[in-house]
């Protein structure tokens, strides 16, 4: 069964599909970017920076993260 969505990010509607379950075997466990054109369906690398697709509210996490790890210095710069 796979799972297609749709999700945005700056203003723009991207899709995303995912394996949801499979006759036998495993299957992948990740959420991958889908790209539909004349040259066909294209499926890229994994969403791994971010998370919410599934849930309908997406956010870029790397962001989150590094503004977090940033040291906080008071604007001292």
Do not use: C, W
């Amino acid at each position: 069964m796979l799972l297609l969505r749709f999700f945005e990010v700056a203003g723009t509607v991207r899709r995303a599909i995912s394996a949801l379950k499979k006759r036998s075997g495993p299957h992948e466990h990740t959420i991958r970017e889908m790209q539909m054109s004349p040259q066909g369906i294209q499926i890229g690398e994994q969403l791994a920076g971010f998370t919410g697709i599934l849930s309908g509210t997406p956010e870029y996490r790397d962001l989150q993260e590094r503004q977090s790890e940033e040291p906080n210095d008071g604007g001292k710069r």
